[in-house]
């Protein structure tokens, strides 16, 4: 994963799994710098069920037991679904880094053009809540 210029390991970062019948249904990664939190991933196999949301209320757990005053993440310009589902939780928009997913491509050419909904793939949009 690559936010704001920084590429995470998501399998070398902290995070929650969720699981139903003995199998994973949900991962969440996250990254704590500076008295921030920062959502690096977040995933549901089974959508509607609850299992973001039980992941982003594990992760402002953490980020508040380690002092951290804000959590945040990054999710891209096509991805409409999540700017829903993150507003309707608590998040809001701070910024839109314009552009943004086109400096990335540079480092991860495989990022396509067109991203959900044929939506040109473009920016990186900032959501943030205080703790
Ligand atoms: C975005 C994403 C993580 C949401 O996960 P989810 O498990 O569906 O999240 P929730 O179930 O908590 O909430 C989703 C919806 O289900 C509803 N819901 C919550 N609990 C529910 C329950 N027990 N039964 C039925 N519906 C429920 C919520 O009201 C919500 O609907 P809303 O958006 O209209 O409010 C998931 O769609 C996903 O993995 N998307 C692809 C990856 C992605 O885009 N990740 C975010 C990157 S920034």
New binding site residues.
């Given amino acids: 994963m690559i936010t704001r210029g920084k590429i995470h390991h998501a399998d070398k970062l902290p995070g929650f799994i969720t699981v139903q019948d003995e199998k994973p249904v ?1 991962l969440t990664t996250y990254d704590i710098v500076g008295g921030q939190c920062e959502i690096v ?4 196999l ?9 992941l982003i209320d594990a992760v402002k757990n953490i980020a508040r037991e380690a002092g951290c005053k804000r959590l945040w ?3 891209s310009n096509d ?1 409409t ?2 700017l ?3 507003q ?1 939780r608590g998040f809001s928009l701070v910024a839109v880094h314009c552009n943004a997913i086109e400096q990335t491509r540079k480092i991860k050419p495989e990022i396509p053009l067109i991203g959900n909904d044929g939506i040109p793939l473009r920016d990186e949009i900032e959501l943030e809540m205080f703790l």
Avoid: H, P
């Fill in positions: 949900g991933s977040m995933n549901s089974v959508e509607g069920a609850g299992i973001g949301s039980a993440l990054i999710t991805n679904a999540a829903r589902f993150w309707k």
